[in-house]
């Protein structure tokens, strides 16, 4: 909450001190919402390092950081308010725009709308790439890989329940050809990059769904 700062420098210095931590107090899994040269400055300070995300359907994404970003679980809630008017003045911010692709691929696709080479980039340097879509069964072939067991997830935390009025006026302004044909203008990279990852779960769900139910199953209690 550093105001004197830009937010880069912030959580470079963030990762810089993640990435210190380790020498003394080892994590097996970190997260968190670091931009492309956080997650290659991590990966290359700590070999070994594997990289997995779950993507999130680009508009649900936008819709869901304006409600937190608004609500009382966000400490700038108030500047953001008085800046931001609308969920359409939100969409058109710089930060908002093609947010996925900025912190997985290399900003030099991003730049050059290069969504295959961000979709291969993606398959071929990620260990594991999901979609929220299908968090449950992405979870649990997570684990399989991790920890030779499939687990469903077991906590739901930081959901945002206050906004509902907020949600159904978002939801409202989203009926509009216009603004949905703005938030595809603007982030054309994040749809092309889902679209294309949600089609690989598309094909291989059944299939992996009937092999994680054929695992067995752990002991009670272990």
């Known amino acids: 909450l550093d105001r004197g700062r ?3 420098e912030r959580y470079d210095a963030a990762t810089e001190a993640f990435i210190a931590a380790q020498a003394s107090a080892p994590c097996r899994f970190a997260s ?31 819709v869901s950081d304006y409600l937190y970003q608004r609500s009382a679980m966000h400490p700038l809630a108030t500047e953001v308010r008085s800046r931001i008017p609308d969920f359409a003045a939100f969409i058109e911010l710089p930060g908002q ?3 996925i692709a900025r912190h997985l691929v290399p900003p030099t696709l991003v730049k050059a709308g290069d969504s ?13 790439v999901g979609v929220q879509e299908r968090y449950e069964l992405g979870f649990r072939a997570l ?4 920890a030779g067991q499939p687990s469903a997830p077991a906590a739901r935390k930081r959901v945002n329940e206050g906004a509902a ?24 990279f994040d749809l092309a990059v889902h679209r294309a990852i ?18 067995p199953r752990p002991p009670a209690g272990a």
């Open 6 to 8: 830009p937010a880069p």
């Open 32 to 62: 968190g919402h670091v931009q492309f040269r956080q997650v290659q400055r991590i990966a290359g300070a700590l070999p070994g390092t594997r990289l997995f995300t779950l993507l999130r359907e680009p508009v649900s994404r936008l």
């Open 97 to 99: 725009r093609n947010r």
């Open 116 to 128: 295959a080479a961000g979709i291969a980039r993606l398959r071929n340097h990620y260990a594991f």
């Open 143 to 146: 684990t399989a890989l991790i």
């Open 165 to 188: 009025e907020e949600k159904a006026a978002v939801m409202t302004a989203l009926e509009s050809p216009a603004l949905r044909g703005r938030i595809a203008e603007l982030n054309a």
């Open 198 to 215: 949600a089609a690989d779960w598309e094909r291989i769900a059944a299939p992996l769904q009937a092999f994680l139910e054929s695992r």
